[in-house]
């Protein structure tokens, strides 16, 4: 038995709020579709990977992930952090323009610019490889979703558009030292 999602009103004028559905059944989540859409939400959902209705912020890390492998192969892995600013600078200008109008949502969890940052960040701390970057992905899903101190401060504690980013960047920072680590493990031990 399926159940009904909320559609109670929060106010007297207010129409109830369903999730977007397309013909074959499909929930997507997203900003409510009954208002104009934000500017820049092709960029804060990723290219539309943040309307993912279960999961956005790994969706979002996967989209990522084939374009942080062609910079790498283009100018090389350590470029990622530097190419990371982009996305930062934009999350930062439209979350502060959607937050602005929306101050009720304050971590919209269909904003996946984050972790497009976070998963650059990450990768930038190893070669590009197949076995390095997929270890980089699943650090940086696991450090943002447990949310070890200061990642945790950062997304309680900070606010609009730079706990949402922030907490992101930290998180690839984590995963980008625990690489650091295992990359000079692996050096200092493996023996050819």
Known sequence: MSRKPDT??????DEPFEPLVTARGWRIGGPDYRKPWPKGLMWLTWFGAGFSFHAPGTVGSLNAFPMAVVIAWIVGSPLLAVAAIVPFVLGMVYTTRYLRNEPAAS??????IDEVVGLWITLAAVP???FWYPLGFLLFRLF???KPWPVSWADRQLPGA???????VLAGLYA???LFGLQYLWAAYHVT
């Open 107 to 112: 971590d919209p969890q269909w904003i996946v």
């Open 176 to 178: 980008a030292g625990v």
């Open 128 to 130: 590009l490889s197949f």
């Open 162 to 168: 730079w706990g949402i980013m922030l907490d992101d």
């Open 8 to 13: 109670t009103p929060e106010s007297p004028n």
């Open 144 to 146: 943002d979703i447990f």
